[in-house]
């Protein structure tokens, strides 16, 4: 099974800020990776797809980068309704699907 | 509108079963993989069950195997899971989602496992 590791576990961010979250993978999940935010009482919501492609509908400051074992999802210009939970899953090596633990995004 | 909607969560007792439900509108069914996932109160989430677009291949998470059962009828764009012995670590809210990048999921159904 590969274990999904994410970080930091909070993340503290001024409106109008940048945030950087992290994922890595126990091994190499080439590009299959996706990216999901979720606010509270809400399902998750996929942000990113293929480690990098945008979601339908997904604004522009989302962004995600990395292949292998480490990847990356950056929200410039952080905006209210981004403070959220998020999560990382591969789906290269399954089943099991995986999840990272997730990293919240506060104020 | 793409959607997926949850039913048949409650209350129910250690050792019960509930069977749960998920609709699926606005696109089409019978081409999509479908999953369950679920999240424990105040936990991260965690993948419990995929069965292809056609029913043929399915697998289990290890937590669940031998208790849960999916299935689907395509001919009714529903999918189903049969979840049996309940145990008080179950108790969660139970998401369906489209495909391997869970690109689509619905609302959630909550099953709560207490006596």
């Known amino acids: 099974e590969i274990v999904m590791t994410q970080s930091p576990a909070t993340l503290s961010v001024s409106p109008g800020g940048r945030a950087t979250l992290s994922c890595r993978a126990s091994r190499s999940v080439t590009s299959n990776l996706a990216w999901y935010q979720q606010k509270p009482g809400q399902a998750p919501r996929l942000l990113i797809y293929d480690a990098s492609t945008r979601a339908t509908g997904i604004p522009a400051r989302f962004s995600g980068s990395g292949s292998g074992t480490e990847f990356t999802l950056t929200i410039s210009s952080l905006q209210s309704e981004d403070f959220a939970v998020y999560y990382c899953?591969?789906?290269?090596?399954?089943?099991?699907?995986?999840f990272g633990g997730g990293t919240k995004v506060e104020i | 509108e793409v959607q997926l909607v949850e039913s048949g969560g409650g209350l129910v007792q250690p050792g019960g079963s509930l069977r749960l439900s998920c609709a699926a509108s606005?696109?089409?069914?019978?081409?999509?993989?479908m999953n369950w996932v679920r999240q424990a109160p105040g936990k991260g989430l965690e993948w419990i069950s995929y069965i292809s677009n056609s029913g043929s291949t399915i697998y289990y998470a290890d937590s669940v195997r031998g208790r849960f059962t999916i299935s689907r009828d395509n001919g009714e764009n529903s999918l189903y899971l049969q979840v049996n012995s309940l145990r008080d670590e179950d108790t969660a809210v139970y998401y369906c989602?489209?495909?391997?990048?869970?690109?689509?999921w619905g609302q959630g159904t909550t099953v709560t496992v207490s006596s």
């Open positions: 989602a489209r495909a391997l990048y869970l690109d689509v």
């Open positions: 606005g696109f089409t069914f019978s081409i999509y993989s």
């Open positions: 899953q591969q789906y290269n090596n399954w089943p099991p699907l995986t």
